[in-house]
């Protein structure tokens, strides 16, 4: 889950949000989601995911999603650009009807997507594995 979106294209609207890898690989084209604007309550959209990239994002369309802007993606800036510390895929959803109080603009929220359950001990147990095997040199 990453708390951060963008509404883009009025007339196609769709929402954009940057997840971890490891988030990446519990969801899948079609599962529904939720976009909740910042400090708009009760306008949320109905969601369905429609794309997933393939590669990591080299940068963040939008200086608003940087952590430095109040988003949550840690960045650094490199000749005016907000590059990403960690890989940070984008995902593409599509929303279901248009509310008009949210017409017109662009807003920074969150998205909760209905993902593949993943146990806390499965989690815990993948990072130590990738720690043990960076610090055992393979």
Not at 51 to 80: K, N, Y
């Amino acid at each position: 889950r990453e708390p951060l979106a963008t509404v883009v294209n009025p007339d196609q609207w769709q929402v954009e949000a940057y997840l971890s890898e490891a988030d990446l690989k519990r969801i899948a084209v079609g599962q529904q989601a939720r976009f909740d604007p910042d400090g708009r309550f009760g306008s949320a959209l109905d969601l369905q995911v429609s794309a997933i990239a393939h590669d990591a994002s080299h940068q963040l369309p939008a200086p608003g999603l940087a952590a430095a802007a109040g988003g949550s993606v840690a960045t650094r800036e490199v000749d005016g650009r907000h590059v990403p510390e960690h890989a940070v895929y984008r995902v593409t959803y599509t929303v279901d009807g248009r509310p008009q109080a949210l017409a017109g603009q662009v807003w920074r929220g969150h998205v909760v997507t209905e993902a593949q359950p993943e146990s806390v001990l499965r989690r815990l147990a993948r990072a130590a594995l990738a720690v043990w095997w960076r610090e055992a040199g393979w």
